[in-house]
């Protein structure tokens, strides 16, 4: 199930609240949601001059290619 499809459920498990209530329990939370949706930005990852200039480690062996006139 992805996100998108997941829809917020509330549940009143104390009191008698009033329709008004309820609808300034939604304004508040929508708000607050919306206010931490803004906010959540992810930071870009620092590259350095010396990581960018890094020769990326190279591959395993492979063993399975037989090398050199030792193959037999």
Same mark, same amino acid.
Request: no cysteine; aromatic share 6%; glycine share 6%.
């Given at each position: @199930?992805? %996100?998108?499809?997941? %829809? !917020?459920? @509330?549940?009143?498990?104390?009191?008698? !609240?009033? &329709? &008004?209530?309820?609808?300034?329990? +939604?304004? +508040?939370? *929508?708000?607050?949601?919306?206010?931490?949706?803004? $906010?959540?930005?992810?930071?870009?990852?620092? +590259?350095?001059?010396?990581?960018? %200039?890094?020769?990326? @480690?190279?591959? !395993?062996?492979?063993? $399975?290619?037989?090398?050199?006139?030792?193959? *037999?």
């Amino acid at each position: @199930m992805s %996100t998108e499809d997941q %829809t !917020p459920a @509330m549940d009143i498990v104390r009191g008698h !609240p009033t &329709e &008004e209530e309820l609808a300034a329990l +939604v304004a +508040v939370l *929508g708000d607050a949601y919306m206010r931490e949706a803004e $906010d959540a930005v992810a930071e870009e990852p620092h +590259v350095s001059a010396w990581q960018r %200039t890094q020769r990326p @480690m190279r591959r !395993p062996l492979r063993r $399975d290619i037989p090398w050199g006139r030792f193959a *037999g």
